[in-house]
């Protein structure tokens, strides 16, 4: 009864230190798998601030117009370019008025125009 005893507790405490091993192993994976994640997240975090960074300098005003007069041969406006009001747009098409109604001063077409109602037509109809 004795060398049972004795056996099975050498077969726990083998099975034990087995486990605590594989325990061991798999908590150093899990490490491995976490100090990973987070050099790619530091990496990413990198990333979008070195293109933040790019974007903030190219959007830049002086940046874009040295880029719009490189690339577009765009050239400064002038003051006599800037018109007052849409009227007195050049070449606009025949048959759009401009609406005075709103702050932006919209172009409107012809067919967008709002009809008027005859008085002596009934309520609801339009020409």
């Known amino acids: 009864m004795r060398k049972i005893v ?3 507790a050498a077969i726990a ?5 087995v486990m605590v091993l594989l325990l061991n192993i798999a908590v150093q994976e899990q490490a491995s798998l976490n100090r990973t994640l ?6 990413d975090r990198e990333a ?16 874009l117009e040295d ?11 002038r003051a006599k370019q800037i018109v007052n009001t849409p009227a007195t747009i050049p070449l606009r098409p025949r048959g759009q008025d401009v609406d005075t109604k709103g702050a932006s001063s919209v172009v409107l077409s012809s067919a967008d125009k709002p009809r008027k ?7 609801g109809t339009a020409l």
């Open 6 to 8: 004795t056996i099975s």
């Open 13 to 17: 405490a083998i099975m034990s230190g």
């Open 38 to 43: 987070a050099k790619q997240i530091h990496d």
């Open 48 to 63: 979008i601030r070195i293109l933040s960074a790019e974007w903030n300098y190219l959007t830049t005003p002086r940046t």
């Open 67 to 77: 880029r719009s007069g490189q690339f577009l041969a765009l050239m400064p406006l």
């Open 117 to 123: 109602v005859k008085k002596n037509q009934r309520k």
